[in-house]
């Protein structure tokens, strides 16, 4: 048995993820920065958060908003300095904050020192990527990129290089041994500066087991090569048992097109690989294979999906939202009559599962997709390179309109409503994205003052989850329920909790499982035993 001193800190942690660009803003120029994180560390340790997963600050020229990386061990001037991050560490510490960096390592930016020596021909650093002749006429495999177009882009010396994202994201080579040390180097740098782990992006694909012709597919040719090899998980057992390990680490890893089959190998505890893994199956629940042509969202399914993933994992890392996907009231709830009741929902779902659950910015109070106007206000270079291959295939203007705006990742990145003022709170100057005009009364402050708010709700229920040992670690298991219902057990040693989710905007009758109501999203007055009022949320309790 675990006790307190083995026991690891992230078993029952709740984890905030912060976008910076989007968070705050202490200077005036509209990004987000560090000074500004510094400033909201007591209103994140007010909410309950433990942790902070914080989305790149490294150096970086921006293509992809500091997913291209130049350089792994300073700070972006967009964000502030070494000293700023440093202070953000120990400020966070004293409150007993943990701070868990993204890492990067599929690849670095194209201004990365170690890419440019490639490009002037040092053959060192031209083996830290894939550089390879042209066939024929074209690139060396017929690979294609996350973002849309070919995974090769061709330099002035007539090589290509390759790179599974955008061209200002060139893959670096694992093969190399001179790749693993500096990387291993780069971890320990930060673990040493006190930080608590990583999120490990895209770390799934990072070992390319050849590069043959991949089998043509409407997207990502070319993902057999490279989709959890087992040089991928060779590489990831080292991380852990020569770096992650002498630290108390919690290592999270974003992988991509898993089954539940392939995550529990990455995650496993006895293969001593990753802690936990987000995978994606319930976000591509309403999309046609790729994300831009959607299909009808069926509430049914997605609980078909969670139902599967808590069966399998030992640690599901739960999320419904993060800086890639739309916001999670758009994706599953209700924006209009139902949006402040389908928010709550959202939040005691994903806080009632097994696992650790992922707040990201602003989900805390219900905040909605952008209300771009067009095309022209989305910065996200997934968007462009897509508008581009859209254009290439003949797509009319209103339908790459439409198609875009409904799912670019932008509308997860505009600026956290912290009041109803011009900047929302966010920046004193010209935000670098727009602000939803939603602010009016989507907004921190306002939430604070009114007890019955997503925000204070996000409060109660981390506060539940903390107090509750059947949340915290207990079992978990599914009970029957109507259609776009969901009904399912936690429960350890002393408690039993029946959780009830109607995922849907009508009223629906349920059986009455356990003893008492003791907490939901509407109040205590309205509380029927026999159904559930819509987007209703409640937590009931079973004498065992
Ligand atoms: O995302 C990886 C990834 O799978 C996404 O590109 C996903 O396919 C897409 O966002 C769905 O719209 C990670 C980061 O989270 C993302 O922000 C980066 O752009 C990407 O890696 C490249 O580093
Ligand atoms: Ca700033």
């Not at 006790?3 to 992230?10: I, M, V």
């Not at 004293?94 to 021909?121: C, P, Y």
């Not at 599962?353 to 997934?382: H, Q, S, W």
Request: net charge neutral; hydrophobic share 35%; proline share 3%.
């Amino acid at each position: 048995m675990a006790n307190s001193s083995t026991k690891k800190w992230w078993k029952n942690a709740v984890i905030y993820q912060i976008y910076p660009r989007s968070f705050c803003d202490s200077n005036g120029d509209g990004i987000g920065d560090i000074g500004g994180i510094i400033s909201k560390l007591h209103y994140l340790k007010d909410l309950g958060v433990d942790a902070i997963w914080l989305s790149p600050v490294y150096s970086s020229p921006g293509y992809d908003n500091g997913y291209d990386i130049s350089d792994y061990k300073d700070i972006n001037p967009d964000f502030g300095t070494m000293e700023d991050m440093e202070r953000l560490i120990s400020r966070a510490k004293r409150l007993g904050i943990k701070i868990i960096m993204d890492l990067v390592i599929n690849h670095t930016s194209d201004h990365h020192e170690w890419f440019q020596k490639a490009l002037a021909g040092d053959p060192k650093y031209r083996d830290y990527y894939y550089f390879r002749k042209g066939k024929g006429h074209g690139a060396p495999n017929n690979w294609s990129s996350f973002f849309g177009g070919k995974a090769w882009t061709k330099t002035e010396s007539g090589d290509y290089y390759l790179h599974l994202f955008s061209k200002r994201q060139p893959d670096l080579n694992w093969h190399n041994p001179d790749v693993y040390e500096e990387i291993t180097d780069i971890m320990r740098f930060w673990l040493d500066k006190g930080v608590a782990g990583f999120r490990c992006d895209v770390i799934n694909i990072i070992y390319k087991e050849s590069l043959e012709n991949g089998i043509k597919r409407f997207s990502l040719t070319g993902r057999e090569h490279y989709l959890n090899t087992e040089g991928c998980h060779e590489l990831i057992q080292r991380f852990n048992s020569e770096v992650w390990s002498k630290y108390k680490t919690f290592i999270v890893g974003e992988t991509v097109m898993v089954t539940p089959d392939d995550a529990k190998l990455l995650s496993d505890e006895n293969r001593k690989e990753l802690d936990a893994v987000f995978f994606f199956e319930h976000m591509d629940v309403d999309s046609r294979g790729i994300k831009w042509f959607k299909k009808k969202y069926r509430p049914c399914k997605l609980i078909r999906i969670l139902d599967k993933w808590q069966e399998a994992l030992e640690v599901p890392a739960n999320y419904f939202e993060n800086h890639d996907q739309i916001r999670s009231v758009n994706h599953f709830g209700n924006t209009g009559k139902y949006w402040e009741k389908s928010a709550k929902l959202l939040c005691g779902l994903n806080l009632s599962l097994r696992g650790v659950p992922f707040i990201y910015e602003g989900e805390e109070i219900g905040m909605t997709n952008a209300d771009f106007r067009g095309l022209r206000d989305i910065k996200d270079i997934e968007s462009y390179n897509i508008n581009q291959a859209m254009k290439r295939l003949l797509f009319v203007h209103s339908v790459r309109r439409k198609l875009i705006l409904q799912t670019t990742r932008d509308n997860a990145r505009t600026p956290v409503q912290w009041d109803s003022s011009e900047g929302a709170g966010f920046t004193t100057g010209e935000p670098w994205i727009k602000i939803n005009a939603n602010k009016s009364y989507i907004n921190v402050q306002d939430e604070s003052a009114d007890e019955n708010s997503i925000l204070n709700f996000y409060k109660k229920m981390i506060e539940f989850r903390k107090n509750s040992q059947a949340l915290a670690e207990g079992n978990y298991r599914r009970v029957a329920s109507p259609n776009d219902v969901y009904i399912f057990t936690r429960e350890s040693k002393d408690e039993r909790l029946y959780i009830y989710c109607n995922l849907t905007g009508f009223t629906k009758a349920v059986e009455f499982y356990g003893d008492n109501i003791i907490f939901g999203n509407y109040p205590e007055s309205k509380w029927e035993k026999s159904y559930l009022k819509p987007y209703e949320f409640r937590i009931v309790a079973s004498n065992i």
